[in-house]
Structures are given as C-alpha cells and as structure tokens.
C-alpha cells in the first residue's frame, strides 16, 4: 500500500487560536498560476486575492510571501490567515473539567461553537482553550452543537488524536444528556427511539425518512413536576445531526428553547443569549485508548429553567 506523504507544518503561527488556512494546489486544478487558482477556488474575489499577494499575506511552505504570478504547481502548499468576522463575545464562561497530559475536557456553555466554522471562528471552544490554556495543538476529538451545553473532549497532541476519534466513531463512549421539555402523561417511557434520520447540505432541519434506522436514543423521565415540564434522560446510541432534538419532537414533547423543533424560528440576532435550548451534555465515560484509565465525567451546569422557568423564560 502506497504510503500517504505527511503534510508539511505551517509556517504561520495560529492567529487569536485559529489555525491558518492550507490550501494545497490539486493536480489537474484550474488557473496557469498560483494567484489565477486562488482567485478561481475563493469566494473572498479578485481584489481580496490581489491584495493579499500585494502586501504578502500568502506564504509557502517555507514562511516566505508567494509572489502573484508564481507557476502553477500540482501538489504544492500555500498558507494564509483568513479575515476573521467580528464576532459577539460569548459571556459564559467555559470551565475545564479535566486536564492530562494528553486530554481536555471541557465544559462548554450554550451558544458557544466547539470548533471554527462559517461565522463562529474565534467564539469557539477550541479557539478559546488554545488560548487560555497555552495548548497551541488542541484539537477537538468530537463537536457538540452550538446550542447544546456540556462535555467535549479536546486533545493534547496531534498524534494521538485519531485514537479518541476513533471512540466516538465506534460508539465506544457512553453519553448521557439531560433535556427539559414538556411532560405528557399519555407518553409512555422508557422507550428507545428508532429511525432514520437525514439532513441535507443547506437545510437548517433533519428529518426522519422511511428506511433501515441509523439513529437510535433511550428516552426516560427523570423528573416531572406540577407545572407541565419534566426533565428527561438521553442515551443516544448513535450521533446523526440534531438526533435527540429530532426525537424529542418526534414523541411530541420537543426540547424547550428549540429555535429549529417543531418550528423554523429562524436565528437570533448576534448578541441575544437568551432562553437557551435545554439540552446538556451530562456525562462522558470511556476507556483511554492511550493510557488504559476509565474515564467518567460529569458537567456541573444546570438547565436554567429546570432551575427557575420564569426566569427563562423572561430571558434572565
């Protein structure tokens, strides 16, 4: 088997905790130079590429600026930092609730990201523990959505990051959430849920479709009380987009502060961090697939309007 060429290091230092963007110029690729390439593979257009040849911004592998009307060369490396948005800071903080020599865990606060994407890079999980923690290689070993609280694992060296992938891809942690939701006393829990969930490029919602199941949840009541809410435990067996948000809707009690289930509410504006979705991620256990340790985590948040929903619901 032909062995894959490891990829060279960036010659850029990381930049508020985002790593520099690679491109890697593929063979057959269009344009006569580097420049022509870029221009055509970017959405940032011409005068953006123009001007960040013009004042160096775009470098080789060897730290030095690429000029403009360099060649085009199959296989060869270009690295430059991306404009970073302006971004609402997140006011909740994010508590570490593990740390060794070769893991993080963290626990993450709502409307935090867990890693870079679209318009949330530098608000991230990932971005803010490489700063705060001094840990330039973290990386995220699984992602928790945006709106969702609780445990992520980070880890502490590259070369190991695979092993912890590997974990999740093979349903090898053991994941408990708490959700706050409506009771219904004709629902009858426990129960697990089973179905096939799909979630399309550019759709802000899954959904459930006919077909061989590829999404499974345990669903019980953890407590209900007087005044119609109940707050729920989640085993999900398997990790599809919005899977236990997508199931709760489904048995008619959907989480509370859901922006997407049963109803497209569309986003709020930047800066509005109030009712959160009453979703957490509680607990994380699993053996070290370096060390050989058990493992097992809990969050110490709890879901605001569990705790007053008045209060939550007044967006307090």
Do not use: C
């Amino acid at each position: 088997m032909r062995r894959r060429r490891p990829l060279p290091p960036s010659p850029l230092p990381q930049r508020d905790g985002v790593d520099p963007v690679r491109v890697r110029l593929p063979a057959g690729g269009q344009g006569a130079t580097v420049r022509d390439h870029l221009v055509l593979r970017l959405s940032a257009g011409p005068g953006v590429v123009d001007g960040m040849f013009a004042e160096g911004l775009i470098v080789g592998a060897d730290g030095r600026a690429v000029p403009a009307e360099t060649p085009y060369e199959p296989g060869m490396f270009v690295w430059f930092h991306r404009e970073l948005p302006t971004e609402v800071p997140v006011p909740f903080p994010l508590e570490v609730v593990h740390r060794d020599e070769h893991i993080v865990v963290a626990d993450k606060p709502h409307f935090l990201a867990t890693t870079p994407r679209g318009s949330h890079v530098t608000q991230t999980a990932l971005a803010r523990l490489r700063r705060e923690l001094d840990i330039p290689e973290l990386g995220a070993a699984h992602r928790l959505d945006r709106l969702t609280a609780g445990l992520v694992l980070f880890t502490v060296r590259p070369g190991e990051r695979g092993a912890y992938q590997t974990l999740f891809r093979d349903r090898l942690v053991r994941k408990e959430y708490e959700a706050v939701a409506p009771y219904d006393p004709e629902l009858v829990l426990p129960r697990t849920m089973r179905s096939r969930i799909v979630k399309e490029r550019g759709v802000l919602t899954a959904r459930e479709v006919e077909g061989e199941p590829n999404a499974l949840t345990r669903v019980e009541i953890a407590e209900r009380r007087s005044d119609g809410l109940a707050r729920y435990r989640l085993v999900p067996g398997t990790g599809q987009t919005h899977q236990l948000r997508v199931h709760m809707n489904s048995l008619g009690v959907p989480i509370l502060g859901d922006p997407l289930y049963p109803k497209v509410t569309g986003p709020g504006p930047a800066g509005d961090f109030r009712r959160p979705l009453q979703l957490l991620a509680r607990t994380l256990e699993f053996t070290d697939p370096v060390t050989g340790a058990e493992h097992r985590f809990s969050s110490g948040r709890a879901l605001a309007a569990w705790a007053s929903y008045e209060d939550w619901a007044a967006g307090q």
